[in-house]
């Protein structure tokens, strides 16, 4: 897969894609990783020949999508980040449907509809209509349609978004199982956990672009590991961020959770070491906790401002935001 440059604007004031260029190899799974509004959803309908980019090249398994749209298509499988299927059809009718949509014939749908049904877990509920299904099984059954005309390229656009923490664990072990055959995946999520547990790459978007572009672990050692994250009273904030700084230069404050975010290398040894500090300067923190990073976190170092304030900022302007880091330690 091939994205080059790829700009794509919504009326005079909103750049959805802002020149985002990626590659990578056939047969991996590549993790779009970014906050809502970063343009995940609008690369994944350029790419699927849904949308028309205003300018730049997008090659999805060999093909220029713009030249060829009809011949892209075939190669392509795709479940949305909203289930799309249909409430008044069984689960089987569903998934025979788009197999029709594939030109199978009707024995054939009817074939591959079982096979499919069976791989997701959903053998039992085949044939009651989708109305009766959790969100869990909408997302399972929109993924086996997405897979009934043997796509060599798959994109999921955010497919746990909105599901409980089980039905999402059972969701990654299925996608798991599903493209260990070598399908070529672009995943995009939210989540660095989510990218982390599916993807053998890792994209950050931000603002219709890419800003950062590795592994899971390679981009939490940016974090170094874990983080503390920490809350004071307001008007104790500047006296802790300059206290906390003789611990870690990038401890910072994070508008949008009003929180104090620092990397801790050390794990329970930096807490520690931050505990101290704030009983040394008379600091009282309303809650002290040391975790594994988060795309917020990950965010933060990348940008300076956290996933929740980039989509709040998006919100208001619906458009992008200022250009250039925003200083750190603003307040
Ligand atoms: N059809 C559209 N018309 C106008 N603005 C749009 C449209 N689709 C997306 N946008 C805007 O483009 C930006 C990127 O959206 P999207 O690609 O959906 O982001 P994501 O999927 O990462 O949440 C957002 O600011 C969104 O509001
Ligand atoms: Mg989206």
New binding site residues.
């Given amino acids: 897969m091939r994205v080059e440059n790829v700009v794509k604007t919504?009326?005079e004031t909103?750049r959805?894609l802002d020149g985002v260029s990626l590659e990578f190899e056939p047969g991996i799974v590549y993790g779009l990783l970014?906050?809502?509004?970063?343009?995940?959803?609008?690369?994944i309908r350029v790419l699927t020949t849904l949308l028309k980019a205003d300018s730049g090249y997008a090659e999805v398994a060999g093909v220029d999508v713009r030249a060829d749209p009809v011949a892209a298509r075939t190669h392509i499988g795709l479940a949305g980040?909203f289930a799309a299927v249909d409430d008044y059809l069984t689960g089987r009718e569903n998934v025979e449907m788009v197999g029709r949509l594939y030109n199978l014939s009707a024995e054939e749908a009817k074939r591959r509809a079982g096979e499919l049904l069976e791989r997701i877990h959903l053998d039992d509920a085949a044939d009651r209509t989708v109305r009766t299904y959790s969100g869990g099984m909408r997302r399972r059954l929109d993924l086996a349609a997405s897979l009934v005309g043997r796509p060599q390229v798959l994109f999921l656009?955010?497919p746990t978004t909105g599901i409980d923490p089980q039905s999402r664990l059972d969701l990654w072990e299925l996608i798991r199982d599903l493209i260990a055959t070598g399908t070529t995946v672009l995943l995009?999520t939210q989540y660095l956990d989510e990218a982390d547990q599916l993807a053998n790459q890792i994209g950050v978007?931000d603002r219709?672009k890419l800003i950062a572009q590795g592994t899971g672990d390679g981009l939490k050692d940016r974090m170094g590991g874990s983080v503390i994250e920490l809350h004071v009273a307001d008007d104790e904030r500047d006296r802790t961020l300059e206290a906390l700084r003789a611990i870690s230069h990038e401890a910072s404050f994070e508008t949008a959770r009003k929180s104090i975010r620092l990397p801790a290398p050390d794990g329970s040894l930096t807490l520690l070491a931050v505990v101290r500090r704030l009983d040394e300067s008379g600091i009282t923190a309303q809650d002290v906790a040391l975790h594994k990073p988060t795309l917020d976190d990950v965010f933060l170092t990348l940008t300076g401002r956290g996933a929740a304030e980039a989509e709040a900022e998006?919100e208001s302007t619906?458009q992008p935001g200022r250009r250039g880091r925003r200083e750190r330690s603003a307040v």
Avoid: S, Y
């Fill in positions: 919504f009326g909103v959805a970014g906050p809502n509004g970063a343009g995940k959803t609008t690369l980040q656009d955010e995009t978007i219709g998006r619906k």
